[in-house]
C-alpha cells in the first residue's frame, strides 16, 4: 500500500467558494502529480512538480492552482468553485530516478469534488 | 499523436470465469507499459509493468502480455473472483521526457457476478 494520502475523500460545496485539497506522502518522492478523472474517462494530468518550489500545468487545462513548499505537501487550491469543476482529483508521487521506478507512480485514494 | 485505447468498455462475466482485457497504444519512444486495477473510488494501483523487452509478465491471477511490434498488450485474469470488479486501467509510458509522462486508456469496466 503506498503512503501517499488525500483529504478530504469526498467535498460537496457550493458555487464560489474557496477550497484547498489536500495530498501529503511520505515516500520522500521529488516528483508529485495531479489528475483529474470524470466518470468512465481517462485521467488527465492538470498539474506536476519536480521538486519543492517547482510546479508546472499539466495537459488538460485547469483553473485550480498548487504550490510545492515542502517536499512532502502537494495542496490544490480552486479560487472559486463551480459546478464544470466537479471531478475526482487524483494526487501521485514517483521517485526522481525514472530509469529505477520505470515510471511508477503511486496514487492516493482521491477526492470526489461536487460543487452544487 | 500519443493514445492509448481499451476494449471492452465495460464486461460481465461469472465469477470463476477466465477473461481477457486488450490495450492498443501509438505512444513514442515506448518505455514501458502498465495494467493497474483502480477499484471504485479509490486510486489506481499497479498490477503489472512490462519494458520492451519483455512479452509476458504474471502476477498471481493476472497475466499481461505485450507485442511491442503490434503494440498491443492484452490483460489475462484467471479463475475470476468477486473482489476481481474494477477498472483495469493500461498506462503507457515514454522515455521522451524527464517527467516520465504517463499515456492512460479509459479503462476496462470488469464486474464478476456469484
Known amino acids: 500500500e503506498a503512503d501517499i494520502y488525500q483529504t478530504p475523500r469526498y467535498l460537496v460545496i457550493g458555487t464560489g467558494k474557496k477550497i484547498t485539497l489536500e495530498c501529503s506522502q511520505t515516500?520522500?518522492?521529488?516528483?508529485m502529480y495531479w489528475y483529474q478523472q470524470d466518470p468512465g474517462m481517462e485521467l488527465h494530468l492538470i498539474h506536476y512538480?519536480?521538486?519543492?518550489?517547482?510546479?508546472e500545468k499539466g495537459d488538460l487545462s485547469s483553473e485550480s492552482t498548487v504550490s510545492r513548499i515542502r517536499t512532502e505537501h502537494f495542496p490544490l487550491t480552486l479560487e472559486s468553485a463551480r459546478p464544470s469543476h466537479t471531478s475526482q482529483y487524483l494526487c501521485?508521487?514517483?521517485?526522481?530516478?525514472?530509469?529505477?521506478?520505470?515510471?511508477?507512480?503511486?496514487f492516493g485514494p482521491g477526492t470526489r469534488l461536487t460543487v452544487l | 499523436k500519443n493514445q492509448v485505447e481499451q476494449s471492452p468498455q465495460s464486461l460481465i462475466i461469472l465469477e470463476g470465469k477466465n477473461c481477457t482485457l486488450q490495450?492498443?497504444?501509438?505512444?513514442?519512444?515506448?518505455?514501458?507499459l502498465r495494467w493497474y486495477k483502480q477499484d471504485t473510488g479509490r486510486g489506481p494501483v499497479s498490477l503489472t509493468i512490462?519494458?520492451?523487452?519483455?512479452n509476458t509478465k504474471s502476477n498471481g491471477r493476472y497475466t499481461a502480455t505485450l507485442d511491442a511490434d503490434t503494440k498491443q498488450s492484452s490483460l489475462h485474469i484467471t479463475a475470476s473472483q468477486l473482489s476481481d470488479s474494477a477498472s483495469y486501467i493500461c498506462?503507457?509510458?515514454?522515455?521522451?521526457?524527464?517527467?516520465?509522462?504517463?499515456?492512460f486508456g479509459r479503462g476496462t469496466q470488469l464486474t464478476v457476478w456469484p
Open positions: 501521485a508521487s514517483s521517485e526522481s530516478d525514472l530509469r529505477e521506478s520505470y515510471n511508477e507512480q503511486f
Open positions: 515516500m520522500g518522492h521529488d516528483k
Open positions: 512538480s519536480y521538486g519543492v518550489n517547482s510546479t
Open positions: 490495450c492498443n497504444y501509438t505512444v513514442s519512444p515506448f518505455s514501458n
Open positions: 512490462m519494458t520492451f523487452s519483455e
Open positions: 498506462v503507457v509510458s515514454d522515455r521522451g521526457s524527464t517527467l516520465g509522462r504517463l499515456y
